[in-house]
């Protein structure tokens, strides 16, 4: 498809185990971002990639979240030892490179629904 | 830090009347953009208007126009000629010029009636 895709749609998950939801981006685009839309905080960045790295990790709120890119197309974002309070929308969006000024419009995937029991 | 205040959890609005969003911002910058984004419930988020802040005229996109009150720091959405499919969430959100992140709202429901 043309668009940004996320899999899995919904996942629930037992308190203690360990996730991976993953993230298509639209391709070309070298910018990919993670957002979390959660009752109780709205919703907030997560992480910034450009290509493979990511300069911006400052919105993963503890160090059992991390993510990774790889061949500046597909992220993982993983969430060890799932607690009730991760249970949230995360959304993967993408853009094309990010450049001092410039705007580049974010696309917004369909989100992954995570339920942790 | 930026932040973004929507002070209406909830709005209704009847077919075809218009309905006026509101939104306030906080930042130290001199140049940013802001957004309004449409998510239905889908959960698709969808860009609806952007505005520059360095640009006086206010952005316009068919039935969605913003006022823009840079002094103010306020950025309202107005929907006119209100339709079924404009029902969804409406998030306002900020980023900076040189930024990367987008900023959120808490978000306002908008309900359109027939």
């Known amino acids: 498809g043309a668009g940004v895709s996320q899999s899995p749609s919904n996942k629930v998950t037992e308190k203690g185990k360990d996730v991976e939801l993953r993230c298509d981006p639209i391709s070309g685009h070298t910018a990919l971002y993670w957002y979390r839309q959660s009752l109780g905080q709205g919703l907030e960045f997560l992480i910034y990639f450009q290509g493979n790295s990511a300069p911006d990790k400052s919105g993963l709120p503890s160090d059992r979240f991390s993510a990774e890119r790889t061949g500046g197309s597909v992220s993982t974002l993983t969430i060890q030892r799932t607690q009730q309070e991760d249970s949230a929308v995360y959304l993967c969006a993408s853009s094309l490179e990010v450049s001092g000024g410039a705007f580049f419009e974010q696309y917004f995937g369909p989100g992954t629904r995570l339920t942790v029991t | 830090a930026q932040t973004v205040t929507q002070s209406q959890p909830e709005m209704s609005v009847q077919e075809a009347e218009t309905v006026t969003l509101s939104c306030t911002y906080d930042?130290?910058?001199?140049?940013?953009?802001l957004f309004w984004y449409k998510q239905p419930p889908s959960r698709q988020m969808i860009l609806v208007i952007r505005q520059e802040a360095y640009k006086q005229q206010n952005a316009t996109e068919n039935r969605f126009s913003v006022n823009f009150q840079k002094a103010a720091k306020s950025f309202s959405l107005k929907i006119s000629d209100s339709q079924l499919g404009d029902t969804a969430m409406y998030f306002c959100a900020f980023m900076s010029e040189y930024g990367n992140k987008l900023v959120f709202g808490a978000g306002t429901i908008l309900r359109v009636k027939s």
């Open positions: 930042t130290s910058e001199s140049n940013y953009y």
